[in-house]
């Protein structure tokens, strides 16, 4: 099949998973084409199969903002068009579903027919989405989708709940790519940033608002108290400066490392003892995902998709949103009873090889049968 893979190229989990589906599906055959404004993060170096497309903004000086969602609906006309797709796979609704129904519009006057299945991956829904300067397009574009998919039960519940939309929703996890056994870990690299009688502790994420990264430095700095540790923080954004004051103001800075953006953050979870997920909402936890699927135990709030995914007293341990001393406490009982700590390790890894990409995969390649084949049979 070609399809047309239109995604965030940044960090975010919605654009990690879209690359990772994409290359996944690129490796089983089908030719994909991603449409971006930039090139995805994790896509990197030429592969078989796999197409980039970039939609570049021109800087007229009329325009304050710069009207991306045309010039992404005239590029998917032409992509459609041009290498003769079959269906446009579009991850994260804003403004990717509304480019993408102008584009099939567009299309069908010149008689191509195009499906597009619209991917929902949270905060596309959860914040931004119901917000009343976009609710009203999003609620026409998710009922106008061919077919629409939700990363986990509750944002599926939360789309029900927010959007005026009958039309059914699959669930569908994101996944992760992992490996028969747990990898050793690598003690030269570890010994760069701990000692040996020192627990590392890990966040990633895009330091929103919504990652409350204030809970991560105030729960480090609880288990500190009782275990020599460093939290390593990978990732960027708006809240990383009030995480560095906060860090000063407690002295702690010496055991805070800010890595910033990385690529692949396997290599830093490798070396971690537990990961910290404190979210405000979460309709998956990517990240929590990428953790477990390395071993590392979490510890996070239990809002939104987490516990679809970081199971309490398995895979991890989830209290309130909030609730830093749940957290603390929880992540001292895992990280000082060395046995406990192995055996959430195994069972972390355990739980995420039901995320395993193999898994996944055939739903997507299965709904992307069912659209294409209605379509056709609604040409019949
Ligand atoms: O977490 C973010 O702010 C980024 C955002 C995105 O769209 O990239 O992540 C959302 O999608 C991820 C992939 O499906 C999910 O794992 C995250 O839980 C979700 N974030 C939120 O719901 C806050």
Redesign the pocket.
Known sequence: MRIGIVL?PTY??????ATELGIALAEKGHEIHFVSYSQPVRLGSFRKNIYYHEVSVSDYPLFEFQPYETVLASKLVDVVKYEKLDLLHVH?AIPHASAAFMAQQILKTEGIEIPFITTL????I??VGKDQSFEPVITFCLNQSNAITA?SES?KKDTYHHFETEKPISVIP?FIETKEVLKEVDMDLRRRYASDDEMIITHT??F?K??RIEDVILIFSKIREKSPSKLLLTGDGPERGHAEHLARELKICQDIIFIGKVRDTAHVLEISDLFLLP?E???????A?EAMAVGVPVISSNT??IPEVNIHGFSGYLSYVGDIEDMANNAIKLLSDEKLKQKFRNQAFSRAKEFSIDRILPMYEKLYDEVVHKQKQSLE
């Open positions: 965030y975010g989990g919605s654009g990690v998973v994260y991956h949270g905060t596309d959860t914040l990363v944002l994101n994420s895009n929103r919504v990652k979210s909402t979460e309709s998956f936890g990517l990240a995902l939104g998709g």
